[in-house]
């Protein structure tokens, strides 16, 4: 039983990315990588299959060690989609040129040259949009404590900090190289901020990290505001995560457009659409009086 449901999950995304086309549409040869198979990933390629079901699309799962032998020797594709930080940056050595739709993947940058053929979609919400959810939903919010790595955030703390400013709040910056530092970074903040706000960032973010974070929230009264549900259901008090089946739809919608003939580097990223995941334990440890505007809007609770 265990051996046939794991070949169903080998199959299954084979059957979202072989749809019949209809006789007048044209097909392109696509290569979708991704490693292993993971649910987010199937919701993804299901929101694909609905934007852009006219596509020949062949799937490449690098968790197969036979996977990337196979890769080289096939023909190169009109454009690649991939999903997740180790296909794209297996992609970028084996095909810089071809053009390239990455997802699921947190900060691309950290694997695109400037001269990458390459757009997509972040794993991430847009910080002004986070930032305005803040303020919509806790209207006396004005110190914000972030706690981030410079050399992986920068684009995003110089967007966070103009909406920050048009928003009349202050953001409370500690700049960290390693996850020794954060310990002295938290307790350099902890008693000037209405709220800590967890960006993803690979140097700060980790299982230890977030309980001494949610900790030290905990124990002062402030939200710990997140980006993942995992994190809200250990105990963060919300966070604005990406729709992975909205992902896929606008991966779709940018894939047509390259194969329409639109070069990638002329498309700028899309950000998916937020779901609001809201810990209502936590608000009540926190004596926290939520608006019903909040409630409402929550899309899941724990």
Known sequence: MERLARKFLLILPLLFLHPTPAPTEETYPLYILMNGQQPAYQQVIQGLSETAPGISLTFFDLSNPDTPGKIRS???PAALLTLGSQALKFAQEIYPQVPTI???ILNPDLYLSPEANATGIPLKIRPRTQLETFKRFFPSLKRVGVIFDPDENQATMAEARSAARELGLILVEKRVMNQK????????????IDA?????DSTVV??????YLLENSLDRRFPLFAFSE???????LLALAPKYQDIGRQAGTL??????GKSPKSLPPLYPEAQLILNLKTAQALNLSLPPELLNRAEKTF
């Open 206 to 211: 980790s299982k230890e990290s977030f309980q």
């Open 196 to 200: 800590l706000w967890m960006i993803p």
């Open 255 to 260: 894939l047509k457009q390259v194969l329409s």
């Open 102 to 104: 990455y997802a699921m």
């Open 230 to 236: 995992n994190f809200v259901k250990a105990g963060a």
């Open 74 to 76: 096939a023909p190169p």
């Open 181 to 192: 530092e954060i310990g002295n970074a938290i307790k350099d903040i902890i008693w000037t």
